[in-house]
């Protein structure tokens, strides 16, 4: 195959304990999936058909970095538990979307939340908020094989020191075997393909000079400092 410019690397994640590394394929993300979030958000917390918006796979960063980025001035964190798939399919069972899962990390859905406000007042997409650069910071994966499936647990943000997010896992409104059958009956998924799985209450705005810590219970840490924009 001979391609007019070099085709760009595909994006990946480094695998706790394996020198392979996880190809990024897509990433989808879960809105609204925390009860108190959701109220946060000016939202009513049924148990409504969970929805979905995306992120481009180029969106990961694993740099420990996140520069403030251009055409906003209020990016918000929401530290997120991911689901990272190594096989796929559409109409998947409970069981099935259970053995799709090859591991999991904690990400940030890193949100222009000024450009989310405008996009929901003009009834718009949300991609400018959403699906910009370098907006899913991500920890290491960590293999089922080591974890399990964590279907409780703390997860909990740090903004400088201080505790800003937190919650449980069991606290998900949708769990995350029925967030990937959801998924299968909308898009045929696929080995690469990862899913952030939605963010507890205390989001808020973050900082040049920040420094966010995050954890999920059994999974792991995400350490990511907040660097000036570099557009200006
Ligand atoms: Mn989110």
Same mark, same amino acid.
């Given at each position: ?51 979905? !918006?995306?992120?481009?796979? /180029? ?6 970095? !996140? ?28 069981? /099935? ?43 290491? +994966? ?53 899913? !952030? ?14 420094? +966010? ?9 995400? /350490?990511?400092?907040? +660097?000036?924009?570099?557009? /200006?």
């Amino acid at each position: 195959m001979e391609y007019l410019f070099t085709p760009a690397i595909p994006p990946s994640l480094p695998i706790l304990g394996h020198a392979a590394r996880f190809p990024v394929r897509r990433i989808f993300c879960v809105g609204q999936n925390y009860a108190e979030h959701t109220r946060e958000m000016g939202g009513d917390p049924q148990r409504n058909p969970p929805f979905f !918006f995306a992120k481009p796979a /180029q969106a990961v960063d694993v740099s420990g970095e !996140f520069a403030y980025p251009m055409a906003s001035n209020n990016v918000h964190y929401e530290v997120e538990l991911v689901v990272a798939l190594d096989r796929g399919g559409t109409h998947l069972s409970a069981q /099935q979307a259970l053995h799709s899962i090859y591991g999991y990390a904690v990400g940030l859905d890193m949100t222009r939340r000024d450009l989310q406000a405008q996009a929901k007042q003009a009834g718009r997409p949300w991609e400018a908020a959403k699906a910009f650069d370098h907006s899913a910071p991500c920890s290491p +994966l960590v293999p089922v094989s080591e974890c399990g499936h964590p279907e409780h647990g703390a997860i909990w943000l740090d903004q400088n020191g201080e505790r800003r997010q937190t919650g449980d896992l069991d606290q998900m409104i949708w769990k995350v075997p029925e967030i990937i059958v959801h998924l299968s009956h909308l898009f045929e998924l696929a080995a690469g393909d990862l899913i !952030f799985t939605g963010t507890p209450a205390g989001v808020g705005p973050v900082q040049p000079g920040d420094l +966010l810590q995050a954890e999920v219970e059994g999974v792991g840490q995400l /350490q990511v400092r907040v +660097l000036p924009s570099r557009h /200006q």
